[in-house]
């Protein structure tokens, strides 16, 4: 089993220790590193070189959108799961913009969180179902790109290939490109080819916006992710 390597961002030390009970080298995870504010996030990824950030959404110096957005800024890839609570509505837009590429409520199950954790590590995106349809309002409010595909998402979908809606559609669900692959029976290369070119003709700008459209074009059904 390959070793999932997390970067822990939270400004409650008890958080943190909770979330390296659950992520431990049992489960398939090693905690490569700890950060008490946003503020450090960028320059503990370059140091830890993480295979996921799992984020905390309000810290004190630095918020978790802030930190994603400076972590995007200095180039950085890495996949964001954010730990989100039921009254964090006013900033999940601004994380969502940042370029976060899951959601996760900070009371789920410790066999949740695993799940979330290696999806979003894997490629994926995740949504708790308990906040996907505040998610989704977020983004079409607050995103260019989705307030697009809201508009035109019929119009989008019928210009897709029947692959590519089976792609969509596996990616709304949170599968990964490998689990994707392996399900469609094709190469991971071919994977991303199609999702390159459902993104270009829906105008997506990242995984998350593509998790969005699968439901605006009842390409998946409200529910949360499906292993």
């Not at 950060?35 to 996921?52: K, L, M």
């Not at 799961?81 to 410790?110: C, I, Y």
């Not at 459209?213 to 992710?225: E, I, L, R």
Request: net charge neutral.
């Amino acid at each position: 089993m390959t070793t999932v390597r997390v970067l822990l961002v939270d400004d409650q030390p008890l958080v943190r220790a909770g979330l390296r009970r659950i992520l431990r080298p049992r489960a398939g995870f090693d905690v490569v590193g700890e950060c008490a504010d946003g503020t450090e996030v960028a320059g503990a990824v370059a140091s830890a070189e993480p295979d996921v950030v799992v984020m905390d959404m309000r810290m004190k110096s630095m918020s978790g959108a802030e930190a994603i957005a400076a972590l995007r800024a200095s180039g950085s890839s890495v996949p964001v799961l954010v730990l989100t609570t039921f009254d964090d509505d006013e900033t999940l837009g601004a994380v969502l913009r940042a370029g976060a590429n899951g959601f996760q409520l900070k009371d789920a199950a410790g066999e949740e969180l695993i799940r979330s954790v290696l999806a979003v590590a894997g490629g994926g995106a995740w949504l708790d179902p308990a906040v996907t349809a505040r998610v989704l309002a977020s983004y079409r409010t607050t995103s260019l790109s989705a307030t697009a595909v809201d508009r035109t998402s019929r119009r989008t979908l019928a210009s897709l290939t029947a692959r590519e809606r089976e792609v969509l559609a596996l990616m709304g669900r949170g599968h990964t490109n490998g689990e994707i692959a392996s399900l469609l029976s094709i190469s991971e290369v071919t994977v991303k080819t199609h999702i390159a070119h459902l993104f270009s003709k829906a105008a997506l700008r990242d995984r998350a916006a593509a998790v969005v459209f699968a439901f605006d074009s009842g390409m998946v059904a409200p529910g949360g992710p499906v292993p």
